[in-house]
């Protein structure tokens, strides 16, 4: 009734028969479930479907640019973590996607918005040895911050001191046989006495300098997403059959001798860095370094050059041992620094031989230390060590090739410099003369 007086329309009004109620009309599709009922209503769908095609072809459209470096390192750390978890277990699976890791340079963390990056973050595991501290001169002055890891066994402070007070230096008396931990880009692993007075003192802990201290930097190298290169050694060719000695010669070497400790440690070394690099995808360089020399050598370490130059400005008989007629070639150590750091720079694994293919008997030898210090100097001859190998002369053909590296220096250009630098040191290191008897049981190394 109440309807019907507020009614003003002229149509009758509809009558909703017996009970007043009308059922709703059956809805279209009423057999789509609502929420699809919903996406096909008002074109919805047509919207969806344009604006997809429209984001795909601005995709496809945007021109592909290289990935700056911000990016490759975001994307190498995501990888690290990746890696690293691949590693922990998380996932079960072994990570093998290198190939898919972008070049880069910066792997040590994520530099914070604001601060500026200058140069590599490098550590030079005995860089205060003789090697090692040339290496560091080269790194500082190119602008790279350099952390020395030493444990001065035969490393010196001094050889150091002139960076002490550069920020970008940093020195840590550490025996790298002991794990560490540092955030760096590049790791220069060097740490091993290298002349044979020093690593047959105690071979046990020259061994283990070149297994558990190689593993235990490769271990870093790994968990910073660091490249790493390994100072090897042409000793790793042992007494060789092959001459000149190319990097595929597996060498001869004595597996049980007195110099084995080291021979065989760095091929330890060189196996561990190939294993690392095959299983963990670190990034290694090998460098089979031969005899070197220059300023900052130990004076009395026993090698061949230093014991020559030493005897003669002391105006002692230079020791030749056995018949002198053994060769070496000699590299003056800025060509080596020059070889090792376009080796860490390169993209070649190697390994690569870095040496002066310059060969030289034990007699030149002593012959150009006289021309250079004294030519009435004298010569000794004393019997052979054990297991000193007859020839030594590498093959650059590699080197040269894929590097772009060749020694500059010739034996006669380098050797008055290192004799200018013993000079100041022997006159000024009255102690030594005594010292001097530790290169009495020297070969030619
Ligand atoms: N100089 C060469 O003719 C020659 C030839 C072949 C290979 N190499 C290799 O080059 C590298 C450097 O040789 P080098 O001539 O400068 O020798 P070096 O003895 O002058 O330097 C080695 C440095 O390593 C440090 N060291 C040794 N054991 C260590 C340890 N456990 N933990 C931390 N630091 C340690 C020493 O204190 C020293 O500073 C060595 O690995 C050596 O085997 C050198």
């Not at 894929?402 to 004799?419: A, D, F, H, T, Y």
Request: hydrophobic content about 35%; aromatic content about 8%; proline content about 7%.
């Amino acid at each position: 009734m109440g309807s019907e007086l507020i009614y003003r329309g002229h149509e009758p009004q509809p009558h909703d028969g017996d009970g007043g109620y009308l059922p709703k009309p059956p809805k279209r599709c009423g057999w789509l479930s609502r929420p699809l009922r919903y996406l096909l209503g008002e074109q919805r769908l047509l919207f969806v479907l344009v604006g997809m095609a429209l984001a795909s072809l601005v995709f496809v459209l945007l021109p592909r640019a290289p990935p700056a470096a911000g990016s490759a390192v975001g994307a190498h750390v995501m990888v690290d973590l990746v890696r690293r978890s691949a590693a922990a277990g998380v996932g079960g699976g072994y990570y093998n996607h290198r190939e898919a890791l972008p070049a880069r340079r910066f792997v040590g963390g994520k530099v914070p918005l604001g601060l500026k990056r200058k140069g590599l973050r490098i550590v030079v595991t005995g860089g205060a040895g003789f090697v090692g501290s040339h290496l560091v001169d080269r790194l500082l002055a190119r602008g790279d911050s350099v952390i020395v890891v030493d444990n001065f066994f035969t490393g010196k402070k001094e050889n150091v001191m002139h960076h002490f007070g550069n920020p970008n230096f940093e020195l840590i008396r550490h025996d790298v046989v002991e794990p560490l931990l540092l955030e760096v880009d590049q790791i220069y692993h060097l740490a091993c006495p290298a002349s044979p007075v020093h690593y047959k003192f105690n071979p046990i802990k020259t061994i283990k300098t070149n297994v558990v201290g190689t593993l235990n930097m490769l271990g870093l190298a790994k968990r910073v997403g660091a490249r790493f290169l390994l100072t090897s050694t042409s000793e790793v060719y042992g007494d060789p059959l092959q001459h000149p000695q190319v990097e595929t010669y597996w060498g001869n070497v004595n597996p049980i001798g007195v110099r084995s400790c080291y021979d065989e440690g760095k091929r330890t070394a060189e196996t561990l860095a190939m294993d690392y690099h095959r299983g963990a995808h670190v990034e290694v360089r090998i460098a089979r370094i031969f005899n070197t020399y220059g300023p900052r050598m130990c004076i009395d370490d026993g090698r061949v050059v230093s014991n020559f130059v030493a005897q003669a400005l002391r105006k002692e008989p230079m020791t030749v041992y056995g018949d002198g007629k053994q060769t070496r070639s000699f590299q003056y150590v800025s060509d080596l620094v020059e070889g090792l750091m376009r080796l860490m720079e390169g993209e070649h694994v190697g390994p690569f031989n870095l040496g002066n293919p310059g060969e030289f008997t034990m007699l030149e030898l002593a012959k150009v230390v006289q021309e250079t210090i004294e030519p009435n100097a004298r010569i000794e001859f004393r019997p052979n060590t054990e297991d000193d190998p007859h020839k030594r002369k590498p093959d650059i053909t590699k080197a040269k090739e894929l590097l772009g590296w060749e020694p500059k220096i010739s034996l006669r250009q380098g050797l008055p410099l290192m004799v200018s630098d013993f000079r100041k040191r022997i006159s000024g290191d009255h102690s030594s003369s005594d010292a001097a008897t530790a290169g009495s049981s020297t070969g030619t190394s």
